[in-house]
């Protein structure tokens, strides 16, 4: 199984909602990530996860919160998000150093805050 | 900081050889990456340079040079299917293992 599975595909929320995107993989690999991808942009890095700890915040907004069940599961929170904050997110995971790291990626929650 | 530069978009004919170029700054290089993305799908893995030299997969290349902080992706035998944007990542050991940096992409276009 090769496969990072995120859900929802397509949400869409008003800016006083709570919702959560889910992502999950049975690779066994011990990092997972979330990236935020807008039009025509390159993905940028939100958080990393590492061995079930947050090992990495890029300076991400509080209304993001992430949290990683265990190893398999990775969640992202979302509340009072803005409309700029309307985007694809990308899950990833890949294994630790010595391996090269390549990330695998799920295939997004396109997000829409209106 | 790292900068990464590629060129934004690229046109080539269906059979044809075309280098997707990427330069990069960085103070403690350890990687690079090329991922490919299709419009509206995730970006898959494509190859990985650490040393010097070429990789070659199939109809897919890439070429590492460290002291000129430097790479390209070689594509032959154009297909139709590989219209998509082309992303340069790098790993830089200052930033730790996990955290890859992405260039702003180029996006190939192949016309028949």
């Known amino acids: 199984d090769t496969e990072v599975t995120q859900t929802p595909k397509h949400l869409v929320m008003g800016m006083t909602n709570k919702k959560s995107l889910k992502c999950e993989q049975h690779?066994?690999?011990?990092?997972m990530y979330w990236y935020k991808q807008k039009a025509k942009k390159p993905p940028e890095l939100m958080f990393v996860?590492?061995?079930?700890?947050?090992?990495i915040n890029e300076s991400v907004p509080s209304r993001f919160s992430p949290e990683c069940p265990n190893s398999s599961l990775l969640n992202l929170h979302l509340h009072a998000l803005q409309p700029e904050d309307s985007a694809l997110y990308l899950c990833?995971?890949?294994?630790?150093?010595?391996?090269?790291?390549?990330?695998?990626f799920g295939e997004g929650s396109r997000l829409t805050v209106l | 900081g790292q900068n990464i530069d590629q060129p934004t978009e690229m046109t080539a004919t269906e059979g044809a050889i075309v280098q997707i170029n990427c330069t990069y700054q960085?103070?403690?290089?350890?990687?690079l990456f090329w991922y490919q993305q299709h419009a509206g799908e995730a970006p898959t893995f494509l190859s990985y340079?650490?040393?010097?030299g070429l990789e070659e997969k199939g109809r897919f290349s890439s070429f590492l040079s460290r002291s000129k902080g430097y790479s390209y992706l070689l594509l032959k035998e154009l297909q139709m299917k590989d219209s998509a944007s082309y992303l340069c990542?790098?790993?830089?050991?200052?930033?730790?293992?996990?955290?890859?940096?992405f260039g702003t992409g180029t996006r190939l276009l192949v016309s028949p």
């Open positions: 990833a995971s890949s294994q630790e150093a010595p391996g090269t790291g390549e990330l695998f």
């Open positions: 690779m066994g690999h011990r990092a």
């Open positions: 996860y590492s061995y079930e700890k947050l090992s």
């Open positions: 960085t103070s403690g290089f350890n990687g």
């Open positions: 340079n650490v040393l010097d």
């Open positions: 990542a790098v790993r830089d050991e200052n930033t730790g293992f996990q955290k890859l940096v």
